[in-house]
């Protein structure tokens, strides 16, 4: 205090002296005039400077804020992250049989529920006198006001939220909608729309429909798996949502891609919607809007890390084995890295495959055997040029070498044939970068150093007589590289026409238009996309042509391919199997359809090319040894021939009847 009290006293004499002359008070005070007025300016520029200058203007507020809202949302921060508890439970859930139910009992069971086809029998029998309007309908009625009420929804995401409601209460009459009207609703109820309802699908969620097996729990697999409602399910549909169609890392949001893919396998092939259970395996997402999003109903954290991810999934798949033996497993829309080495890892030891891999491969073999027919160029002419390297378009590539390898070719000579372009170019064993480890079996060696780094550069190289696209790239097929191609096939002779394939989902991905592609081929394109496109009609001086596109949609290969592996109890799903699945598929085309230049059914006869496939599928489990059904059963079918297994199909399949009121319950 003393010391602070000798500061003061100082300050005060030097500020004011104890004695002046007349003329140096007169100075003093005008400095100190000159100084009080210098000091007020000084304090008003001051004032002004502070009240115009806004102190948090160079703060970014919004990112602050928007940092608080994530750490509110994490809920996993600070914990170790890698103990995990295991779920007890200490009561098994009662269910009601169906012969027990009655009342609303049955009316909340969709497999239960015939809304308004309950016959006068049922309705007494049943306690549901009065539960319904007394009027007593056949399903095609209901289906007509069904269609209307679709019709009447004014987005496609509004028309699939309303079949999934009516999924939700009436199984019969939803699948007995989807099935009289596959052309217009496949669409919605799985590509393109599914991939919009993903997107959303945090945000439109009302109930559960699947599994959803989250890392945190994964010591309590088998438990989740028991509580699936519906006993012994005979096919599954399993994705971890990192690679959802062309839309990428979407997390426990991509779940809509298993419900979407098993409820085709009951449209298209008859599987029953008791015998499905669609999974989504929860590890996190790298999905900067799926963790920022307050509604997103995974884990908000980082996807686990490799090993990890690999771990998590031996664990399910021996769970699988265990609480379901009879189950086939089809993995969906995993990353390009996991699906081929979850394939490798576990294809000879579970029923098990993989539909981004071999089913589009065997779907788009199946086109190819058809489009190598029509298109005037001889076999051992024939060059590909593969626009996409991922687990996509090396699946199909691998299909297709094994479609020459049966004709004669060697392997190596076969494999020649292919040419894969990614974004850096053309795939060589010399280009410098890193490849992923399945680029590798068609990564080229003969480019002689030279490196080719866009899709012209590698079409004026090649000359191919076929280009696919598995991209995810909009537009990536422009007029140009369309008329290089033609031009390619034209060189060789007359009367030769292009394969041009476009492949990728949803639509807003797909590498070109049917329209394109007729108007830059001048009509004579062999078209398949991944996406449905409407038939194209060309005014001449002779009236009109109308070019019918095809879809490559794996709807006409993995039903099948599901139905047949569980009809043979299969123990694995072979190589055979598959590339029986799109040999059986090329040949289902009736004599319409060849007339018409398809190479692939019409959709409203996917239900038809099902059941070949799955009869030929059978076959194909029989001869590698591999089907699980008694030698006397194959004795009888190998004397009578393909009509009595085709049967045997049959009369196993799901198939709600139109003009039956309703079968007793």
């Known amino acids: 205090m003393a010391s602070y009290a000798r500061s003061m006293t100082n300050s005060s004499d030097i500020s004011t002296p104890r004695s002046t002359s007349p003329s140096a008070a007169s100075a003093a005070s ?64 009662e269910y009601v049989t169906k012969n027990q139910a009655a009342g609303y ?13 309950f016959t006068p029998e049922d309705r007494a029998s049943k306690n549901l006198t009065g539960l319904l309007p007394h009027v007593m309908e056949p399903l095609s009625i209901q289906v007509e006001r069904c269609m209307k009420m679709i019709n009447t929804r004014s987005t496609d995401v509004d028309k699939y939220l309303y079949l999934s409601s009516l999924k939700d209460q009436n199984t019969d009459l939803f699948y ?15 590509t393109p729309t599914i991939g919009d309802v993903c997107l959303q699908y945090s945000t439109l969620y009302t109930r559960p429909e699947a599994l959803y097996i989250s890392i945190k729990q994964r010591k309590s697999i088998r438990t989740m798996l028991r509580n699936w409602p519906y006993p012994n399910p005979e096919i599954c549909v399993v994705t971890d949502g990192s690679r959802i169609l062309g839309l990428g890392d979407l997390g426990v949001n991509g779940v809509g891609i298993s419900i979407g893919k098993l409820a085709l396998y009951t449209g298209a092939a008859g599987i029953h919607p008791e015998k499905t259970l669609p999974i989504v395996l929860d590890c996190g997402t790298n999905n900067e809007n799926n963790l920022r999003d307050p509604f997103y109903l995974g884990l908000r954290s980082k996807r686990v890390a490799p090993h990890v991810a ?39 030891k579970y029923k098990c495959f993989n539909d981004d891999i071999q089913g589009t491969g065997a779907v788009i073999l199946s086109g190819y055997i058809n489009a190598v027919n029509l298109s005037g160029v001889p076999i051992e002419e024939q060059r590909l040029v593969f626009m996409g390297a991922g687990s996509a378009g090396v699946g199909v590539a691998k299909q297709l070498v094994e479609f020459y390898t049966r004709r004669g070719l060697s392997e ?63 537009g990536v097929f422009t007029e140009s590289v369309i ?172 198939n709600p009847l139109v003009d039956t009121h309703a079968s007793k319950i």
């Open 105 to 117: 009992q049955v009316l909340r069971e969709p497999l239960w529920n015939k809304g308004l086809s």
């Open 310 to 348: 690999q771990e998590f999934m031996d664990e399910f798949m021996e769970a699988v084995a265990e609480v379901y033996p009879s189950m086939v497993v089809q993995f969906e829309d995993f990353e390009s890295e996991k699906a081929f080495n979850f394939l490798d890892r576990y294809r000879n």
């Open 30 to 93: 005008a400095r100190s005039s000159h100084s009080s007025i210098s000091n007020k300016r000084m304090s008003v520029s001051s004032s002004r400077r502070i009240s115009a200058v806004n102190p948090m203007s160079s703060v970014d507020v919004s990112a602050i804020e928007q940092a608080m809202k994530m750490a509110s949302l994490d809920q996993l921060r600070g914990y170790v992250q890698n103990t995990y508890g295991e779920v007890h439970q200490y009561k098994n859930t």
């Open 176 to 190: 007995r909608v989807l099935m009289d009207n596959i052309r217009d609703l496949m669409p919605l109820v799985y």
């Open 412 to 474: 190596a000579a076969a494999k020649d044939k292919f040419w894969l372009v990614d974004t850096k170019g053309l795939v060589t064993k010399d280009r410098g970068d890193k490849l992923a480890e399945h680029k590798k079996y068609f990564a080229r060696i003969d480019n002689n150093g030279h490196q080719f780094r866009t899709l012209e550069e590698v079409i004026e190289y090649v000359k191919p007589s076929a280009l696919i696209g598995l991209t995810a790239t909009f």
């Open 483 to 654: 008329r290089a191609l033609k031009a390619s096939v034209d060189a060789g002779g007359l009367q030769r026409r292009p394969i041009l394939f476009p492949l990728s989902n949803p639509l807003t991905k797909a590498e070109c238009t049917f329209e394109q592609a007729v108007q830059w081929t001048d009509g004579t394109v062999i078209f398949a996309s991944g996406s449905p496109f409407a038939p194209y009609t060309v005014k001449t001086s002779n009236g009109a042509i109308t070019y019918h596109p095809n879809q490559g949609n794996n709807v006409y290969v993995f039903p099948g391919i599901g139905l047949g592996a569980i009809l043979a109890k299969a123990t694995k799903i072979t190589d055979d199997m598959i590339y029986t699945s799109a040999a059986s598929l090329a040949a289902s085309l009736n004599a319409d359809e060849l007339h018409k230049g398809l190479i692939y059914p019409r959709i409203e006869r996917v239900r038809d090319a099902s059941i070949i496939v799955a009869r030929e599928v059978m076959k194909a489990a029989r001869r590698g040894g591999v089907s699980g059904l008694p030698e006397e059963q194959w004795v009888e079918w190998e004397e009578w021939g393909d009509v009595s297994l085709t049967k045997f199909i049959k009369e196993r399949i799901y």
